[in-house]
C-alpha cells in the first residue's frame, strides 16, 4: 500500500462504541457522510455494513486511509489490522478541528462518559468501573418505565419537579424510581429526575471537585438526542446558550475524530480493500474462558422438565366453580400478578402481566374481568394484597389485608413443601432469601446493593440485543461452550459482554453464560453462601426468574442439589397472599364490589409536607368515593396520626438536645465567631467543642441541619464519588457556615476518638480522622479563609491540654494558658453529662415500653445516623410500627463487652457490639443496623454483630442508607423483622400452652 497520489485526500473514522457504530467520511476537510446505528452486539457486522453503505459516495478506486475508535473498536482494529485511537484522544482531535474555543468537553456515549479538562491543567477523565449516568443508564429507565427513549425524552419537558435518583448505577435507579412509580408519582416528573441523575452522576463521578466552567462543549448520542437532558445540564451548571455548545456534530464528534486522526497514518486503502480487512476481523477465530453446557441433550432437558413438572397445583375454571374464593394480589416491583383461588386452595383465575409504572390501573382492569367471570356464583369472601404496591392497592380497591412480601412467598413456599427451610425469590429486580428455623422466618437477605443477579439484570442484556427475555433465555439451553462472564456487577458485566462481543462469541455463549452469572452473584453477592449446607435440605426457588430454566439449571448446578420450583413460581406472592386472605377471612368483606369500581378514578398530585422538620415530598392519590392514599411520608402526622409517632424516641431527641448548642451564647465582644460544621464527629463532640471555645470568649456558630439543598451545594467540590454520604454532605456544611460570615471554622484532625476501654485501641474511622484535610484541598473558598484544623486527641486528657495551650496561645496572644486549663476542664465535663443526659433519656424510653408491653428498637450507627438527611427518617419510620427507639450509645454500657472474632480497634464498633449483645439479653428488644453505603469500616461490623444477635436467639437486620431517600427496601425489612418476631412468640405460646 503505497502513498496517495494526488490533491484529492479521503479519511474515514469509524467508532465503535459499546451499543453504536459511527462512520465518518472525510474528502479534503469537508465531511461528507456521517452514519450512526445500533449495532445489537453484532460489532463486526454493523462496521462492515456501514462502510459497504459509503461504497458508493467514496468511489471503488479512490484511495483513502481509516482510523477505528470507541470502547468496542480495540479487538475490531487488531484482527483487522487497522489503526486504532484511542477515543479521548479521538475527541480532541475532534474539538480541536471543529469547536476550538471549548474549556471543558463533556461526552456521554452508550456505556461511556467522560470529561476532558482543555484550559487550565490538561486532565481527561473516563468512567471506568461504572455505566450510570450513560445512554445505557437512560436505555434501561425508559424500559422501567415502558416508553422508548425519545417518549422519556419528551416527558421529561412536561416536568413540575425533581426527585432525587442515584444513577452509580441502573440497580439503585429502579430501587429508587419504582417505589415512586408504585406510589402514584407522575411520569414527567420521573422522566426529569432521571435527566438529573444523569447530570448528577457526571458531576459528582467525573468531574469530582473540579468546576465545570467557560464554554461547554456536550458530544455524545444522548446530548445531542435527549432536549431534556440537555436543558437538566444547563440549568444544574448555570450555563447560558452562548456557553453551551450542543453541535450537529454531536453523535459522530468521535467518528469525525478518528477521521481527522487517520489523515496523519501510512496505511493506504481502497474501499473493497478495507472491506475486505474488515471482514476478515468479522471472521476472526473466538478467544475466551469456556463453561460447562447447561443441557448435554434434549434427553437431559426433557428429564429436567419432568421432574420440575411435579410441583404444581390444582387448577380449575372460575366459570365452571361456584362458592366462596380467596383474592390474592401482587404488586411487585416490575409485575402485578393476581390469583383467585377456591375453598381446595385450587387456582380459579390468574393474571401476570407488567404494570408498566402504573399498578392500579392494571388491577382495576383486571378486577373487572373477575367480577364478569364469577357472576352470581363465585363469592370473592376475602382478599390479601402483598409487594412494593401493597399500601397503594390497598387504599384504592378497599382489600382487605396487607402483608409483608417475605410473609406471603413463605406462606405460598410451605404449601408445597411443608418441611422448607430455605427459600429464595428472584424477582425483577430483587433478591429476597430468608431462612427458616422451627417453621418462622429467621433471616432474610435482601440485595439492597446490587441487581445483577436479577431478572431485569438479563431482561435489559436481551433488550438491549433485540431479543425478548425468553427468545434470549432459551439460546443458551444448548449452547455448547458457554462464555464465563463471571460473578460481576452489572456494569462489569456490559464489559465482560462486549469483550465477548469483540471476540466473536455467539448470542447463544453470551446467553448461557449470562444465567450462569445471575445465579452467582444472587448465591455469592447476596446470600454470600460459602457451600450448599448455608442454605438448606429443603430449598423452595420462586419469583419469575425461576421461571427460566437456563438460571435454574445453572442453580441447581452451581449448588449440587436439587431443588423445589413450584410450576407457578412467579405466581406465588399472589398465591401465599390468597393463602393469606384464607386463613384470616372474616365476617366480611371491604373489597370494592362492581358499583364503585364501575366509577372508579385515580388522579394524583404531588406536594411538599410543612409538617416537621423532614419536609418529606407527598404524592396524594384520590381514587374518588373518599377513598385517598398519602405516600412519600416518613412519619404519621400527613395522614393525621400521631400517637405512634409520639412514642420515645432516642434519634429525635438527640437531634434536639445537639441542636440546642447552636443557640447563641450571649457572650459580650467574642474574641471571634467560629463555625462548627453539624456533621460527622461533631455530632459525638459537639457539647465539648461547645464548652471549650466558649470558655475561651469565642462566639461558636452551627451549620444548619443537613437538607439535600445543601448537599447540592457543596456538590461541586466533592473529589471521591465513593466516600460516603455522610462525608460529602460537609462540603455543603463548610459552605453553609461561610454563608453565615463567621470569622473561623474550626473542625480538628482526630486520628483517635474518645477510649470507653472496651476495644484493643479507640481509632476514628480514617475518613473522620482526616476529612477537614479534604475539605481544606478541594473547597476552594477555604484558600484564603481561617480554617483552623490542628490535630487533637482527647483520649489523653493531659496530652490534650499541652497541645490546646501551645495552638490556642500561639494563634491568640490574648489568650492565657490558665483560659484554656480552665476551658478543658469545661468541655470534659460537658461532654459527660451529654453522655449521662442520652443514657438517662434511653432508660426512661425502655421503661416507658416495658411499662406498655412495647418493643424496643436498637437502632445501631454512628453518632452522625442521627442527621435526619442521613437517616432519611428511619427513625420516624420504624417508630410508626409501634416500636420506641433507643441508640446504641444509651445501652452499650448495661452488658458485659461481648466476644468478638475480629480485631476490635473503633470506638463506636465496640458499642455496636455492646448494643447487639444487651439486645440478646432483653426479650422484647430487637436490634437494627444502619450502614452506609461507601463505609467500608462497616463490612468488618456486620458479620459479627450478626453472630452475636442469633448466637442469642434474635434476628439481626441491616439497613443500608445513602442519599436516596425512598425507604421502600427498608420497610420490607422492618415488616419482615416484625412478621418473624410475632410468628416466633406465637410459636412459643403454643409449645408452652
Given at each position: 500500500?503505497?502513498?496517495?497520489?494526488?490533491?484529492?485526500?479521503?479519511?474515514?473514522?469509524?467508532?465503535?462504541?459499546?451499543t453504536t457504530v459511527k462512520i465518518v467520511v472525510v474528502r479534503d476537510g469537508e465531511i461528507i457522510h456521517k452514519h450512526y446505528e445500533?449495532?445489537?452486539?453484532?460489532?463486526?457486522?454493523?462496521?462492515?455494513?456501514l462502510v459497504r453503505a459509503a461504497r458508493e459516495l467514496i468511489g471503488e478506486d479512490t484511495p483513502l486511509r481509516c482510523s477505528i475508535?470507541?470502547?468496542?473498536?480495540?479487538?475490531?482494529?487488531?484482527?483487522?489490522?487497522?489503526?486504532?485511537?484511542?477515543?479521548?484522544?479521538?475527541?480532541?482531535?475532534?474539538?480541536?478541528?471543529?469547536?476550538?474555543?471549548?474549556?471543558?468537553?463533556?461526552?456521554?456515549?452508550?456505556?461511556?462518559?467522560?470529561?476532558?479538562?482543555?484550559?487550565?491543567?490538561?486532565?481527561?477523565?473516563?468512567?471506568?468501573?461504572?455505566?450510570?449516568?450513560?445512554?445505557?443508564?437512560?436505555?434501561?429507565?425508559?424500559?422501567?418505565?415502558?416508553?422508548?427513549?425519545?417518549?422519556?425524552?419528551?416527558?421529561?419537558?412536561?416536568?413540575?419537579?425533581?426527585?432525587?435518583?442515584?444513577?452509580?448505577?441502573?440497580?439503585?435507579?429502579?430501587?429508587?424510581?419504582?417505589?415512586?412509580?408504585?406510589?402514584?408519582?407522575?411520569?414527567?416528573?420521573?422522566?426529569?429526575?432521571?435527566?438529573?441523575?444523569?447530570?448528577?452522576?457526571?458531576?459528582?463521578?467525573?468531574?469530582?471537585?473540579?468546576?465545570?466552567?467557560?464554554?461547554?462543549?456536550?458530544?455524545?448520542?444522548?446530548?445531542?438526542?435527549?432536549?431534556?437532558?440537555?436543558?437538566?445540564?444547563?440549568?444544574?451548571?448555570?450555563?447560558?446558550?452562548?456557553?453551551?455548545?450542543?453541535?450537529?456534530?454531536?453523535?459522530?464528534?468521535?467518528?469525525?475524530?478518528?477521521?481527522?486522526?487517520?489523515?496523519?497514518?501510512?496505511?493506504?486503502?481502497?474501499?473493497?480493500?478495507?472491506?475486505?480487512?474488515?471482514?476478515?476481523?468479522?471472521?476472526?477465530?473466538?478467544?475466551?474462558?469456556?463453561?460447562?453446557?447447561?443441557?448435554?441433550?434434549?434427553?437431559?432437558?426433557?428429564?429436567?422438565?419432568?421432574?420440575?413438572?411435579?410441583?404444581?397445583?390444582?387448577?380449575?375454571?372460575?366459570?365452571?366453580?361456584?362458592?366462596?374464593?380467596?383474592?390474592?394480589?401482587?404488586?411487585?416491583?416490575?409485575?402485578?400478578?393476581?390469583?383467585?383461588?377456591?375453598?381446595?386452595?385450587?387456582?380459579?383465575?390468574?393474571?401476570?402481566?407488567?404494570?408498566?409504572?402504573?399498578?392500579?390501573?392494571?388491577?382495576?382492569?383486571?378486577?373487572?374481568?373477575?367480577?364478569?367471570?364469577?357472576?352470581?356464583?363465585?363469592?370473592?369472601?376475602?382478599?390479601?394484597?402483598?409487594?412494593?404496591?401493597?399500601?397503594?392497592?390497598?387504599?384504592?380497591?378497599?382489600?382487605?389485608?396487607?402483608?409483608?412480601?417475605?410473609?406471603?412467598?413463605?406462606?405460598?413456599?410451605?404449601?408445597?413443601?411443608?418441611?422448607?427451610?430455605?427459600?429464595?425469590?428472584?424477582?425483577?429486580?430483587?433478591?429476597?432469601?430468608?431462612?427458616?428455623?422451627?417453621?418462622?422466618?429467621?433471616?432474610?437477605?435482601?440485595?439492597?446493593?446490587?441487581?445483577?443477579?436479577?431478572?431485569?439484570?438479563?431482561?435489559t442484556f436481551a433488550r438491549s440485543m433485540g431479543y425478548s427475555i425468553e427468545e434470549f433465555c432459551k439460546l443458551g439451553l444448548f449452547?455448547?461452550?458457554?462464555?464465563?462472564?463471571?460473578?460481576?456487577?452489572?456494569?462489569?458485566?456490559?464489559?465482560?459482554?462486549?469483550?465477548?462481543?469483540?471476540?466473536?462469541?455467539?448470542?447463544?455463549?453470551?446467553?448461557?453464560?449470562?444465567?450462569?452469572?445471575?445465579?452467582?452473584?444472587?448465591?455469592?453477592?447476596?446470600?454470600?453462601?460459602?457451600?450448599?449446607?448455608?442454605?438448606?435440605?429443603?430449598?423452595?426457588?420462586?419469583?419469575?426468574?425461576?421461571?427460566?430454566?437456563?438460571?435454574?439449571?445453572?442453580?441447581?448446578?452451581?449448588?449440587?442439589?436439587?431443588?423445589?420450583?413450584?410450576?407457578?413460581?412467579?405466581?406465588?406472592?399472589?398465591?401465599?397472599?390468597?393463602?393469606?386472605?384464607?386463613?384470616?377471612?372474616?365476617?366480611?368483606?371491604?373489597?370494592?364490589?362492581?358499583?364503585?369500581?364501575?366509577?372508579?378514578?385515580?388522579?394524583?398530585?404531588?406536594?411538599?409536607?410543612?409538617?416537621?422538620?423532614?419536609?418529606?415530598?407527598?404524592?396524594?392519590?384520590?381514587?374518588?368515593?373518599?377513598?385517598?392514599?398519602?405516600?412519600?411520608?416518613?412519619?404519621?402526622?400527613?395522614?393525621?396520626?400521631?400517637?405512634?409517632?409520639?412514642?420515645?424516641?432516642?434519634?429525635?431527641?438527640?437531634?434536639?438536645?445537639?441542636?440546642?448548642?447552636?443557640?447563641?451564647?450571649?457572650?459580650?465582644?467574642?474574641?471571634?465567631?467560629?463555625?462548627?460544621?453539624?456533621?460527622?464527629?461533631?455530632?459525638?463532640?459537639?457539647?465539648?467543642?461547645?464548652?471549650?471555645?466558649?470558655?475561651?470568649?469565642?462566639?461558636?456558630?452551627?451549620?444548619?441541619?443537613?437538607?439535600?439543598?445543601?448537599?447540592?451545594?457543596?456538590?461541586?467540590?466533592?473529589?471521591?464519588?465513593?466516600?460516603?454520604?455522610?462525608?460529602?454532605?460537609?462540603?455543603?456544611?463548610?459552605?453553609?457556615?461561610?454563608?453565615?460570615?463567621?470569622?473561623?471554622?474550626?473542625?480538628?484532625?482526630?486520628?483517635?476518638?474518645?477510649?470507653?476501654?472496651?476495644?484493643?485501641?479507640?481509632?476514628?474511622?480514617?475518613?473522620?480522622?482526616?476529612?477537614?484535610?479534604?475539605?481544606?484541598?478541594?473547597?476552594?473558598?477555604?484558600?484564603?479563609?481561617?480554617?483552623?484544623?490542628?490535630?487533637?486527641?482527647?483520649?489523653?486528657?493531659?496530652?490534650?491540654?499541652?497541645?490546646?495551650?501551645?495552638?490556642?496561645?500561639?494563634?491568640?496572644?490574648?489568650?492565657?494558658?490558665?483560659?484554656?486549663?480552665?476551658?478543658?476542664?469545661?468541655?470534659?465535663?460537658?461532654?459527660?453529662?451529654?453522655?449521662?443526659?442520652?443514657?438517662?433519656?434511653?432508660?426512661?424510653?425502655?421503661?416507658?415500653?416495658?411499662?406498655?408491653?412495647?418493643?424496643?428498637?436498637?437502632?445501631?450507627?454512628?453518632?452522625?445516623?442521627?442527621?435526619?438527611?442521613?437517616?432519611?427518617?428511619?427513625?420516624?419510620?420504624?417508630?410508626?410500627?409501634?416500636?420506641?427507639?433507643?441508640?446504641?450509645?444509651?445501652?452499650?454500657?448495661?452488658?458485659?463487652?461481648?466476644?468478638?472474632?475480629?480485631?476490635?480497634?473503633?470506638?463506636?464498633?465496640?458499642?455496636?457490639?455492646?448494643?447487639?449483645?444487651?439486645?440478646?439479653?432483653?426479650?422484647?428488644?430487637?436490634?437494627?443496623?444502619?450502614?452506609?453505603?461507601?463505609?467500608?469500616?462497616?463490612?468488618?461490623?456486620?458479620?459479627?454483630?450478626?453472630?452475636?444477635?442469633?448466637?442469642?436467639?434474635?434476628?439481626?437486620?441491616?439497613?443500608?442508607?445513602?442519599?436516596?431517600?425512598?425507604?421502600?427496601?427498608?420497610?420490607?425489612?422492618?415488616?419482615?423483622?416484625?412478621?418473624?418476631?410475632?410468628?416466633?412468640?406465637?410459636?412459643?405460646?403454643?409449645?408452652?400452652?
Amino acid at each position: 500500500m503505497g502513498e496517495i497520489k494526488g490533491i484529492m485526500n479521503v479519511n474515514v473514522g469509524i467508532d465503535i462504541g459499546s451499543t453504536t457504530v459511527k462512520i465518518v467520511v472525510v474528502r479534503d476537510g469537508e465531511i461528507i457522510h456521517k452514519h450512526y446505528e445500533r449495532h445489537f452486539s453484532k460489532v463486526r457486522e454493523k462496521a462492515v455494513e456501514l462502510v459497504r453503505a459509503a461504497r458508493e459516495l467514496i468511489g471503488e478506486d479512490t484511495p483513502l486511509r481509516c482510523s477505528i475508535t470507541g470502547s468496542a473498536g480495540l479487538g475490531v482494529a487488531k484482527a483487522a489490522d487497522i489503526d486504532f485511537v484511542q477515543e479521548v484522544f479521538a475527541t480532541r482531535k475532534a474539538v480541536g478541528v471543529h469547536v476550538p474555543q471549548a474549556d471543558v468537553v463533556i461526552e456521554l456515549g452508550g456505556e461511556d462518559a467522560k470529561i476532558v479538562f482543555l484550559t487550565g491543567q490538561l486532565e481527561e477523565r473516563m468512567n471506568g468501573s461504572c455505566a450510570g449516568g450513560t445512554g445505557a443508564f437512560i436505555d434501561q429507565m425508559a424500559v422501567l418505565l415502558d416508553v422508548t427513549p425519545s417518549e422519556l425524552d419528551e416527558l421529561a419537558q412536561g416536568a413540575e419537579r425533581i426527585y432525587t435518583i442515584a444513577s452509580r448505577c441502573g440497580v439503585f435507579a429502579k430501587s429508587d424510581i419504582q417505589p415512586l412509580l408504585n406510589e402514584g408519582a407522575r411520569k414527567e416528573d420521573v422522566a426529569a429526575s432521571i435527566f438529573q441523575a444523569v447530570v448528577n452522576q457526571t458531576i459528582a463521578g467525573l468531574a469530582q471537585g473540579r468546576e465545570v466552567k467557560g464554554d461547554v462543549l456536550f458530544l455524545g448520542g444522548p446530548l445531542f438526542f435527549f432536549k431534556g437532558l440537555q436543558k437538566r445540564f444547563q440549568e444544574t451548571l448555570k450555563l447560558d446558550d452562548a456557553h453551551a455548545h450542543f453541535p450537529a456534530l454531536a453523535p459522530y464528534a468521535i467518528a469525525a475524530g478518528a477521521a481527522e486522526y487517520a489523515g496523519g497514518t501510512q496505511k493506504t486503502y481502497t474501499v473493497d480493500s478495507l472491506l475486505a480487512a474488515l471482514e476478515k476481523a468479522a471472521d476472526a477465530p473466538v478467544v475466551a474462558n469456556y463453561l460447562p453446557p447447561l443441557f448435554e441433550d434434549e434427553q437431559q432437558y426433557e428429564e429436567f422438565k419432568h421432574r420440575h413438572a411435579m410441583h404444581d397445583v390444582m387448577t380449575q375454571n372460575v366459570t365452571m366453580y361456584e362458592g366462596d374464593a380467596y383474592l390474592g394480589i401482587d404488586c411487585g416491583s416490575t409485575t402485578t400478578k393476581l390469583v383467585l383461588i377456591g375453598a381446595d386452595d385450587q387456582i380459579l383465575f390468574h393474571h401476570y402481566q407488567s404494570n408498566k409504572g402504573n399498578p392500579a390501573d392494571v388491577i382495576r382492569e383486571q378486577l373487572t374481568r373477575l367480577y364478569e367471570l364469577c357472576g352470581d356464583r363465585v363469592h370473592i369472601v376475602s382478599s390479601a394484597v402483598t409487594g412494593y404496591g401493597e399500601a397503594l392497592i390497598q387504599n384504592a380497591f378497599g382489600v382487605d389485608f396487607g402483608l409483608v412480601e417475605t410473609v406471603a412467598h413463605f406462606r405460598a413456599a410451605r404449601h408445597f413443601c411443608p418441611d422448607v427451610d430455605f427459600i429464595i425469590d428472584i424477582g425483577g429486580q430483587d433478591i429476597k432469601c430468608f431462612k427458616i428455623r422451627n417453621k418462622c422466618i429467621d433471616n432474610i437477605s435482601l440485595n439492597e446493593a446490587c441487581s445483577s443477579g436479577c431478572g431485569s439484570f438479563i431482561e435489559t442484556f436481551a433488550r438491549s440485543m433485540g431479543y425478548s427475555i425468553e427468545e434470549f433465555c432459551k439460546l443458551g439451553l444448548f449452547a455448547k461452550h458457554p462464555i464465563d462472564l463471571g460473578s460481576r456487577c452489572t456494569v462489569f458485566m456490559n464489559s465482560s459482554v462486549k469483550q465477548a462481543q469483540k471476540d466473536g462469541a455467539g448470542i447463544d455463549a453470551i446467553s448461557a453464560g449470562l444465567s450462569v452469572s445471575v445465579v452467582k452473584n444472587a448465591l455469592y453477592k447476596v446470600i454470600r453462601a460459602h457451600s450448599p449446607d448455608d442454605l438448606g435440605q429443603h430449598i423452595v426457588v420462586q419469583g419469575g426468574t425461576f421461571l427460566n430454566d437456563a438460571i435454574l439449571r445453572s442453580f441447581e448446578q452451581e449448588i449440587g442439589r436439587d431443588v423445589t420450583r413450584p410450576a407457578i413460581s412467579g405466581l406465588m406472592g399472589a398465591y401465599g397472599a390468597a393463602l393469606h386472605a384464607k386463613d384470616n377471612r372474616r365476617d366480611t368483606t371491604t373489597l370494592i364490589g362492581t358499583d364503585i369500581l364501575a366509577g372508579f378514578e385515580h388522579n394524583v398530585r404531588s406536594t411538599r409536607c410543612g409538617l416537621c422538620e423532614n419536609h418529606c415530598n407527598l404524592t396524594i392519590n384520590d381514587f374518588g368515593g373518599g377513598r385517598r392514599f398519602i405516600s412519600g411520608n416518613r412519619c404519621e402526622r400527613p395522614l393525621g396520626g400521631t400517637k405512634k409517632a409520639d412514642l420515645p424516641n432516642l434519634y429525635k431527641w438527640k437531634l434536639e438536645k445537639l441542636k440546642s448548642y447552636g443557640k447563641p451564647s450571649g457572650i459580650a465582644n467574642p474574641i471571634a465567631k467560629i463555625g462548627l460544621p453539624f456533621g460527622l464527629n461533631n455530632f459525638e463532640l459537639l457539647p465539648f467543642w461547645t464548652a471549650f471555645l466558649r470558655k475561651l470568649g469565642f462566639e461558636t456558630v452551627l451549620s444548619d441541619v443537613s437538607t439535600r439543598d445543601m448537599y447540592m451545594q457543596g456538590q461541586h467540590s466533592i473529589p471521591s464519588d465513593t466516600v460516603c454520604y455522610p462525608a460529602k454532605l460537609m462540603h455543603g456544611h463548610i459552605e453553609n457556615l461561610l454563608e453565615k460570615g463567621v470569622d473561623a471554622i474550626f473542625y480538628p484532625c482526630m486520628t483517635y476518638n474518645l477510649d470507653e476501654e472496651r476495644a484493643t485501641n479507640h481509632y476514628n474511622c480514617p475518613v473522620v480522622a482526616y476529612y477537614p484535610e479534604l475539605l481544606k484541598a478541594n473547597v476552594s473558598a477555604l484558600a484564603d479563609f481561617d480554617f483552623m484544623m490542628p490535630y487533637f486527641e482527647l483520649a489523653d486528657k493531659k496530652h490534650f491540654t499541652k497541645h490546646a495551650v501551645k495552638y490556642f496561645c500561639g494563634k491568640y496572644p490574648q489568650i492565657k494558658k490558665k483560659q484554656v486549663i480552665a476551658a478543658v476542664e469545661d468541655a470534659y465535663m460537658a461532654q459527660d453529662e451529654y453522655y449521662i443526659d442520652v443514657r438517662i433519656e434511653g432508660q426512661r424510653a425502655i421503661r416507658y415500653a416495658d411499662e406498655h408491653d412495647l418493643d424496643v428498637a436498637v437502632i445501631a450507627g454512628r453518632p452522625y445516623h442521627v442527621d435526619p438527611e442521613i437517616n432519611h427518617g428511619i427513625d420516624q419510620l420504624i417508630a410508626s410500627f409501634g416500636l420506641v427507639i433507643v441508640s446504641e450509645d444509651a445501652v452499650w454500657q448495661l452488658t458485659d463487652a461481648p466476644e468478638v472474632h475480629v480485631l476490635n480497634q473503633w470506638t463506636y464498633h465496640s458499642r455496636m457490639y455492646g448494643a447487639a449483645k444487651y439486645v440478646t439479653q432483653k426479650e422484647n428488644a430487637q436490634l437494627i443496623q444502619l450502614v452506609s453505603f461507601g463505609c467500608g469500616i462497616d463490612a468488618i461490623t456486620t458479620d459479627e454483630i450478626r453472630a452475636i444477635c442469633e448466637n442469642g436467639g434474635k434476628i439481626y437486620t441491616q439497613l443500608k442508607i445513602d442519599e436516596i431517600s425512598n425507604l421502600g427496601a427498608a420497610k420490607i425489612r422492618i415488616r419482615s423483622m416484625l412478621a418473624a418476631v410475632e410468628e416466633g412468640r406465637k410459636l412459643a405460646e403454643q409449645q408452652n400452652a
